[in-house]
């Protein structure tokens, strides 16, 4: 690997991998954080994991994403800058400049963001879970006959439930298992109805 033209120390992405999971294993329930990192790196991140066999792992190590790009977006305004890229967002708001194709740089950049102007205004429902376009996804046959709406595919995704997980509970309990998980996220009447129809119509034509 080289920098600038001159050679650096480098691991295989494999190792690499490893010793990003050794790390999240030190730290209590962590939460990735980065700017577009859900329509950048997670996919990058999610591709790797899943070609070393890693992934499964991995998902039980975290807790959940920050994408810092969508959060600044809520809290500072278009008249405050010109745009939400990180080096803009530093600029303005921590006066300073850094290089940002240095990845330690970029990553205590948005650190030092995150914690003194995003921070505060962080909530639950800025959390996503690393997966969700592949759980929002599993929905889309759903979505497509008009069963759910592409907002209730989004908030099933958003609590961390795909369509095999409501599959599963339908399968472990037919008569109470998809109306159990579904209310401990928040979800009654029409949407547990239309889950339990589903299944039991689609078990009826196996």
Same mark, same amino acid.
């Given at each position: 690997?080289?920098?600038?033209?001159?050679?650096?120390?480098?691991?295989?992405?494999?190792?690499?991998?490893?010793?990003?999971?050794?790390?999240?294993?030190?730290?209590?329930?962590?939460?990735?954080?980065?700017?577009?990192?859900?329509?950048?790196?997670?996919?990058?991140?999610?591709?790797?994991?899943?070609?070393?066999?890693?992934?499964?792992?991995?998902? %039980?190590?975290?807790?959940?994403?920050?994408?810092?790009?969508?959060?600044?977006?809520?809290?500072?305004?278009?008249?405050?800058?010109?745009?939400?890229?990180?080096?803009?967002?530093?600029?303005?708001?921590?006066?300073?400049?850094?290089?940002?194709?240095?990845?330690?740089?970029?990553?205590?950049?948005?650190? %030092?963001? $995150?914690?003194?102007?995003?921070?505060?205004?962080?909530?639950?429902?800025?959390? $996503?879970?690393?997966?969700?376009?592949?759980?929002?996804?599993?929905?889309?046959?759903?979505?497509?006959?008009?069963?759910?709406?592409?907002?209730?595919?989004?908030?099933?995704?958003?609590?961390?439930?795909?369509?095999?997980?409501?599959?599963?509970?339908?399968?472990?309990?037919?008569?109470?298992?998809?109306?159990?998980?579904? %209310?401990?996220?928040? $979800?009654?009447?029409?949407?547990?109805?239309?889950?339990?129809?589903?299944?039991?119509?689609?078990?009826?034509?196996?």
């Amino acid at each position: 690997m080289y920098r600038y033209g001159k050679e650096i120390d480098s691991v295989h992405i494999h190792q690499a991998l490893l010793n990003f999971l050794d790390f999240l294993k030190s730290k209590s329930s962590p939460v990735l954080i980065g700017h577009n990192i859900g329509s950048y790196d997670v996919p990058i991140l999610s591709r790797l994991l899943e070609e070393f066999g890693l992934l499964a792992a991995f998902l %039980q190590l975290i807790s959940g994403c920050i994408d810092t790009l969508k959060l600044a977006r809520k809290v500072f305004s278009k008249s405050e800058i010109p745009n939400y890229k990180q080096s803009t967002l530093v600029k303005a708001f921590l006066g300073k400049d850094y290089d940002a194709h240095n990845a330690l740089e970029d990553v205590k950049s948005l650190y %030092q963001l $995150f914690e003194e102007k995003l921070h505060s205004h962080c909530r639950n429902v800025d959390i $996503f879970p690393f997966h969700l376009a592949k759980l929002e996804a599993s929905y889309a046959s759903l979505v497509l006959e008009k069963k759910i709406s592409k907002a209730v595919a989004r908030r099933l995704a958003n609590s961390g439930l795909g369509l095999n997980h409501l599959h599963l509970s339908f399968k472990r309990d037919r008569n109470a298992g998809v109306k159990s998980i579904l %209310q401990e996220r928040g $979800f009654k009447g029409k949407t547990v109805r239309c889950f339990q129809t589903f299944f039991e119509d689609t078990h009826s034509e196996e």
